[in-house]
């Protein structure tokens, strides 16, 4: 059987589309809206999304960015803050065009010139053995984790979801939904950039590099409300005290970006926000998983956190591959790769200085 990769266009992308809905392994960041959303905040990035047809019949794909940066061009499956790339494919699908796709991206990177290229593995992907076939040079580890939420109808929901936390987790809920907030979901502007604000302040009392507002602009550009995303808002007294942005795709939610006052910590208003939605994909949407995303094999503290909401390990690898007479990047700084490609994976920084 024939098998012939094409790159994504217009023509394709109902082809595309019908592929992601009967695929296990597709992801919220896999959908078009997601590359959207990508090509907004990427205006200096070029995407490429490579389509394996067998015999007509589309059977698999690997989406591809890339950037051109001081360095020369760097690819990623896929860029910005670890998003799942990697091969998605049909059931069945056989082994002739999962490397055939690989190939392609190899072929590309010749064509293109890169330097760098970084695969990131979808969790849901228990066939990763065909990555071998990048012969990559480094490799990152992560955790996926997931709660696999409970079939419930409306009268039992929060009884079988409290079943599934914790003891520990169980009592954080209770004491968010004793502490008397009014719980409210909302899309407005003014609720992006509340949410934005208190992010910010979260971010910056750990040392950590917040997300812009214009990535917040740019979800309410490229995604709707109320079908792709959902905030929630916890208040008290009229003072906003936690928001939480998260998003929908097919049965999975994704939980994207939590912030709370810290003044209102100890009220647990983040865990009551997180109980309300997940009581709500449940009920309104027939959700099945709640995805917490990567954790670093180092972060214990956020790797218990999760833990305790039910989750199951998924782990996964970043598969980053040198190409053609590329520079020793190891001698290169945080700060020079960081600053030459935003938003895009190079190597491990354990890596550099290693030279």
């Known amino acids: 059987m024939t098998i012939e990769v094409k790159t994504l266009d217009a023509a394709t992308e109902s082809d595309y589309q019908a592929l992601l809905d009967v695929t296990s392994t597709a992801m919220f960041s896999h959908s078009l809206k997601y590359r959207n959303f990508l090509r907004r905040i990427l205006p200096l990035a070029r995407d490429s999304y490579f389509l394996a047809y067998r015999d007509g019949e589309l059977v ?8 051109n940066g001081p360095f020369g061009v760097v690819i990623n499956s896929l860029p910005f803050y670890g998003s799942h790339g990697g091969l998605i ?4 699908c056989d082994s002739g065009v999962k490397l055939a796709l690989l190939s392609a991206l190899k072929r590309h990177c010749a064509e293109i010139g890169a330097i760098l290229s970084t695969v990131i593995e979808s969790p849901l992907d228990g066939e990763r053995e065909f990555y071998s076939s990048l012969k990559s040079e480094y490799f990152d580890d992560r955790i996926g984790q ?11 929901v929060e009884a079988e979801l409290l079943a599934l936390f914790h003891q520990k987790t169980r009592n954080l809920v209770r004491k968010g939904l004793k502490a008397g907030f009014d719980v409210s979901r909302e899309g407005s502007r003014q609720a992006f950039e509340s949410l934005h604000g208190m992010h910010q302040k979260n971010i910056a009392a750990i040392g950590g590099l917040a ?16 079908m792709d995303y959902q905030i929630y808002l916890a208040h008290k007294d009229a003072e906003l005290a936690s928001a939480l942005l998260v998003f929908y795709f097919k049965d999975v939610v994704e939980y994207f970006t939590p912030a709370t006052l810290e003044k ?5 208003p983040l865990s009551l926000l997180i109980f309300s939605a997940m009581k709500d994909a449940i009920t309104e949407r027939s959700a099945r998983l709640w995805n917490w995303g990567g954790t670093w094999l180092s972060q214990d503290g956020v790797y218990h956190f999760k833990s305790r909401w039910g989750t199951k390990d998924f782990p996964y690898r970043y598969h980053i591959t ?12 945080k700060s020079e790769l960081i600053s030459g490609y935003p938003y895009f994976y190079t190597v491990p920084f354990c890596e550099l200085g290693s030279k």
């Not at 209102?264 to 647990?268: E, M």
């Open 60 to 67: 698999g794909a690997l989406p591809t960015f890339s950037r």
């Open 89 to 92: 494919c049909r059931s069945g």
């Open 146 to 156: 997931i709660s696999e939420l409970p079939v419930a109808p409306l009268e039992t």
């Open 211 to 226: 997300k812009p507002i214009e990535i917040f602009d740019a979800i309410a550009t490229e995604f709707e409300y109320g």
């Open 264 to 268: 209102y910590r100890g009220d647990q």
């Open 322 to 333: 040198t190409h053609g007479n590329s520079p020793d990047v190891r001698s290169l700084s």
